[in-house]
């Protein structure tokens, strides 16, 4: 039996979702429309208005995220920081950081004119050349990403928000929560040790027909507790993504199919009648799947194995289809991938080549 290469699959997957509709890619700009100049917002910058609100509302900073990759101490850092508190460093670990730290942090963000940046800084001709950071800011529905690249005029202000971001992580982090393998982290989600922001699946669904917006199309990703269907459009088109919330007993009855699924004694290779692709990841613990219609393979092959990955499938289809009853469709997504570890990143590395 042939296999596919299934990383280079679910490579494609991510771009798939994650540069939804804005044609992004690292070192490109989206083309998500700048906000409009106003004597209250004379840069147009869409970004600072919300988090100045936010600073001064009773509601707070909950749903602001800020995802960070940028060269640090010598080396090629992530980080993401979200309003409430909870930070993800490397991918590797779970932090908290104090409320008056993360405010500080959102305040600097709303000073640099981060929203009134373009969307792809410096570089050679045209905004091409090597990457040298990003950062990925959401508020709410609204999402902006600003990459910076090697050479041509830099962004001061980029990078010192990003070292800001970084060294309060890495401070964060010296007391983080890691886990060694899936069963230690869901106990640690049930014991409430893990947020909900821990766990990242993607998982897409395409049928191979000419008809790209077959109902079996679709790509779903679960950051947390935050919900994003994406169903694809004809070539031409964007498609239409929905954004729904799963409630914490939600959450809990899908981590509860997860964990009775034995992630990790499932084979990297079942049976689907349409191509099927699954990636499910807690902090630096990742399983990847590929289901399809292989060679030799039946529903019976892996036997309980196989029910235990349909059990999964079943539980994902059910909540997308909550979210295409129920959630709110967004215009111009753009999804931050999670902060990849470094481990994972040379794995990544060793399947390019």
């Known amino acids: 039996m042939m296999q596919e290469p299934w990383l280079r699959g679910l490579a494609g997957i991510a771009v798939a979702l994650w540069l939804t509709g804005a044609g992004l890619a690292e070192g490109r700009a989206s083309q998500k429309p700048e906000a409009k100049k106003t004597a209250q917002n004379p840069q147009g ?6 988090l100045e609100k936010r600073l001064k509302d009773k509601a707070g900073i909950d749903d602001v995220m800020v995802d960070v990759r940028w060269p640090f101490e ?23 950081l104090p409320r008056p730290d993360v405010r500080s942090l959102i305040q600097a963000l709303a000073k640099s004119r981060f929203g009134s940046l373009p969307n792809a800084v410096g570089g050679e001709e045209e905004g091409e050349g090597p990457l040298k950071g990003r950062i990925i800011v ?31 992580s890495k401070k964060g982090a010296a007391h ?34 000419s008809a790209e917006s077959a109902p ?10 935050r919900l994003y269907d994406h169903v694809p459009a004809p070539a031409g088109a964007s498609g239409s993504t929905r954004e729904w919330m799963l409630s914490p007993t939600e959450f809990d009855e899908l981590l509860l199919v997860l964990n009775k699924s034995d992630l990790t004694t499932l084979p990297r290779n079942l049976y689907a009648k349409q191509y099927t692709d699954l990636r499910i990841q807690v902090l630096d613990q990742v399983q990847q799947i590929q289901a399809r219609q292989f060679a030799g393979m039946t529903p019976q092959t892996h036997g309980d194995k196989q029910l235990a990955f349909d059990r999964v499938l079943d539980k994902l289809a059910a909540l997308r289809e909550r979210a295409q009853k129920e959630g709110r469709l967004v215009e111009d997504p753009t999804f931050a991938p999670p902060p990849t570890g470094k481990r994972e990143r040379e794995k990544e590395e060793k399947e390019k080549e």
């Open 176 to 209: 983080g929560v890691r886990v060694s393998s899936f069963a230690e982290g869901f106990e640690k989600f049930a014991d409430g040790t893990l947020a909900p922001e821990a766990l990242e699946i993607l998982a897409q669904r395409k049928t191979r027909t």
């Open 74 to 96: 010598g080396m090629y850092t992530s980080c993401r920081v979200y309003g409430d508190g909870i930070g993800l460093w490397e991918r590797q670990s779970q932090f908290r």
């Open 138 to 168: 959401s508020i709410g529905a609204l999402t902006k990403r600003v990459t910076q690249l090697e050479g041509g005029d830099q962004s001061r202000e980029l990078e010192s928000l990003a070292e800001k971001f970084l060294q309060a």
């Open 45 to 50: 910058d869409p970004i600072a208005p919300l």
């Open 216 to 225: 079996e199309n679709w790509v779903l990703r679960i950051s947390g507790r």
